[in-house]
């Protein structure tokens, strides 16, 4: 055998770099399911469906291409267990003369595939992922020099450099950003008749994967009985289709709104399809746009949908290739407390925490604006060690894959890079949450109330969080007025949040 092309669970695209000068008569395809993807964090069982009947669909496709495949399933026989160790195995049964593959995206998984080539003494030729607007040295060039990064700045080089949504030098519309149109809450009313979601019924294939992984995973998190997500190529495509036509053109004006019991809304619900590479964020850019030029739809909802795809999923591909292995480890507000248990149950008497949990358990999935403003928002204000939010929400989502997962978890939620991702920690009373939802009209806690017994427990946390980091945040302008709000505390005020933030640790509120 020639080249022994490697290929991941979340690199599932018959085009990418690692097949390019693929030869069936010399070359085969690598794939393997190991346990241990599934348990190097507590992964939930759709996320782990989720890749395994991707990648069993694409193994079809492969043979259907021609393309010779050694693939070991999870339930084999001799199954090794873990990417190096079934690499390792199948490399001496087949004897390759070198290894090829797409560049990985997670570094922990780079850093065993580079180790089991040297231990083979084999070459390892790892392409640039072409996959990406913007490559990991062009992300290191745009960045070099700069004091801070900031998001803004590499969208509008990528709008230019990718002539995305311009008119000449200038962006369409005359403006970078229509965040001011986008971005509001449901009236009284709610969102009414919701479009439904693209929804794929299992076939044999994925019922088989569903039967494996409530069997093999028993006790991991989450539901699989409505499992219905795009596996294949096919399906990515017709979910595309359907978000574009259906969901983008109100996508804008509710990128941020909640409503209970309603988790789909308006968001396309791609981000598992774009991270496995069935879909193409090119594509997906191009049919939004085209959906925008055809009339179909307005500026500030196609704006606003662009720059998630082509601004903050480069951006924080680029911000993790450039900082790891270290960013991992940043603690910049020295948080130490533990992920409280509900996080995996969803039992907690917090209606909004209640949803966005409830929905991640049953299909694998929250927006935004849940997980940023609900979810990590109270974790942050908790302070729980940010090792431990990662954890989370790299076990829990159907897209979540390191290097995305990671700057948005550590970075634009947690603060704990200090600043790289976000100008200042995302913190928040009850009251941004009664604002963009219904949620607390449903809830036993008011969160105007810091302390007493229906207090909301983020309204004292947020309290608690600002006395706590009063001094550090002091010096970031844009704190500026939330540091003069607690400063007029006096020390009676201060004692009782104190108390009552320290029930809510110790389990008491929840
Ligand atoms: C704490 C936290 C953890 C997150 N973990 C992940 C993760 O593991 N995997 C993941 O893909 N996204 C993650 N995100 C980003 C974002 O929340 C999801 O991409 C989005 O909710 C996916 O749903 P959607 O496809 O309906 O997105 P939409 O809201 O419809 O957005 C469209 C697309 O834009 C991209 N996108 C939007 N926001 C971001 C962002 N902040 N960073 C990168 N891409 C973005 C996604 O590809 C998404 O499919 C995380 C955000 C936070 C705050
Ligand atoms: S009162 Fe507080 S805990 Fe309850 S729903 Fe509102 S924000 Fe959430």
Sequence with gaps: ???????LGDQLDLAAAGFDGFDPARDAVW???????????????????????????????????????????????????SLQAQLHADIERLRPASLVMTAPGDWRVLQAIQGVAKANGLPLDIREDRHFFCSVGEFAEHARGRKSLRMEHFYREMRKRHRVLMQGNSPQGAQWNFDEDNRHAFDAAGPGVVPPRAAFEPDALTREVIALVEQRFADHPG??????????????????QRFIADRLPLFGRYQDAMWPGEPWLYHAHLSAALNLKLLNPREVVDAAVAAWRAGAVRLASVEGFVRQILGWREYVRGIYWTRMPDYAELNALDAQENLPAWYWTGATDMACLRDALAQTLEHGYAHHIQRLMVTGLFALMY???????????LAVYVDAVEWVELPNTL????????????????????????RMSPHCLGCRYDPAQRVGERACPFTTLYWDFLLKHEAALAGNPRMALQVRNVIRLDGKQRHAIHERA???RRGEVN
């Design 1 to 7: 055998m020639r080249h022994l092309v490697l290929v």
């Design 31 to 81: 794939l393997a399911e190991v346990a241990e993807e599934a348990t190097h964090v507590w992964s939930s069982k759709p996320r782990t469906v989720m890749f395994l009947a991707a990648m069993r669909h694409f193994a079809q496709a492969l043979r259907a291409a021609g393309r010779p495949l050694h693939y070991t399933r999870l339930d084999e026989p001799g199954n090794q267990g």
């Design 223 to 240: 539901r699989l009985d409505s499992f219905a997500w795009p596996v294949t190529r096919e399906q990515a495509l017709e979910a595309l």
């Design 383 to 393: 302070g729980v060690q940010p090792r431990q939010v990662h954890a989370w929400y």
């Design 411 to 434: 970075g634009m939620s947690q603060y704990a890079d200090g600043g790289l991702m976000a100008s200042k920690p995302y913190v928040a009373t009850g009251r941004y949450i009664q």
């Design 502 to 504: 320290g029930a809510i």
